[in-house]
């Protein structure tokens, strides 16, 4: 038998055989038939060690395939033992770390789709500006070519190259958030500054298309690092700036409670449709109302910052129209 050749079996047979031999000596020398009934009943205590360890390494053979079954993918699940003992403590916790490591296996699959995914959006996005950088480059190198039409060009080139290194330097930002990485100051942050210096970059651009900026503050703070959060809050002006029709108006309000710290950003605009909600801060989503040089990473980018600041943000249509983003910065880990 297989089992016989087991160290610890044979150890504990060879205490039984000598524990039962030693009792059926005394026995003889007290009286013949106390040794007869001790050798009996030794012989038989041995015959059930015998019979319990041979079920018990049947369990043990059976989990063992099982097992074997599950890691070359032909089972997904050990089966459920509802009995008491040490083996069925050791299926129960074999059963958990299968499923964990399922889930983890499910989770690796999802992320390997994911990073191809997003892989695929790179390249795409990256690639329309290269070919036309290519395009431009070629035709920057006629000798003929008008000084007007070279010079519009020039700026084309440049436009196109600008806007490759933003994807690029997002795309970095991203990864060391992901990676954790990113390194986040925790310093008590003016709410008004914030603001400001988020809205520094866009007031040309918001006074060319005729929009007013409204900013009510009242003095708030909150803990976390400026420069990382006006990346994070200058992406949702952007957004809003570029929904908002000429002449229209873009307002932040600050509030501060004993909880958190809120910043509302809301524009007249045509709001948010229904379709795009769900998925306005995934990374590379384009809503229908997205211009064409849209990449769909910077409310990815700010949601990103703001999260990893003890932060959320949430997206909606204000009730008189036009699209609203809620942040807040919470003063305890909730």
């Known amino acids: ?167 690029v330097e997002t795309l970095l930002k991203l990864s060391k958030i992901d990676a954790g990485t990113a390194q986040f100051r925790s310093d008590l942050v003016s709410v008004a500054e914030l603001i400001e210096k988020a809205a520094q970059p866009l007031r040309i651009p918001m006074e060319l298309r005729e929009q007013s900026f409204t900013v009510h503050t009242t003095g708030e703070h909150f803990m976390g690092d400026l420069n990382w959060t006006t990346e994070a809050l200058g992406n949702i002006l952007k957004n809003c700036m570029e ?28 709001g948010i449709s229904k379709e795009d909600l769900p998925y306005l801060f995934d990374r590379f989503y384009k809503g229908a109302g997205s211009s064409d040089d849209s990449v769909g990473i910077g409310l990815a980018l700010s949601r990103s910052i703001i999260a990893s600041q003890n932060g959320t943000i949430k997206a909606e249509n204000a009730p008189t129209g036009g699209a609203r983003f809620t942040i807040r910065f919470y003063k305890s880990v909730i």
């Open 243 to 270: 929904h908002t029709p000429v002449g229209g108006e873009i307002t932040v309000t600050a509030e501060e409670t004993a909880l958190f710290t809120e910043i509302v950003v809301e524009d007249n605009g045509p």
């Open 1 to 167: 038998m297989k089992i016989i050749r087991n160290p610890e079996l044979k150890r504990e047979l060879l205490i039984d055989l000598a524990i039962t031999v030693a009792a059926a000596l005394i026995g003889f020398i007290i009286r013949p038939i106390y040794g007869i009934l001790a050798l009996a009943v030794g012989l038989l205590l041995s015959g059930a060690h015998i019979a319990f360890a041979v079920q018990r390494y049947r369990q043990m053979e059976a989990l063992a395939q099982r097992l074997d079954r599950i890691l070359h993918g032909q089972d997904r699940v050990l089966i459920e033992d509802a009995a008491e003992g040490e083996l069925s403590i050791l299926n129960s916790e074999l059963q958990k770390m299968t499923t964990r490591l399922q889930e983890q296996a499910n989770q690796l699959s999802s992320d390997k789709q994911q990073l191809t995914e997003a892989i695929q959006d790179i390249f795409h996005q990256i690639r329309t500006p290269l070919t036309s950088m290519n395009l431009l480059v070629s035709m920057l190198g006629e000798e003929n070519l008008p000084y007007d039409r070279r010079l519009s060009m020039t700026r084309e080139l440049r436009r196109q190259l600008e806007r490759v290194q933003w994807l």
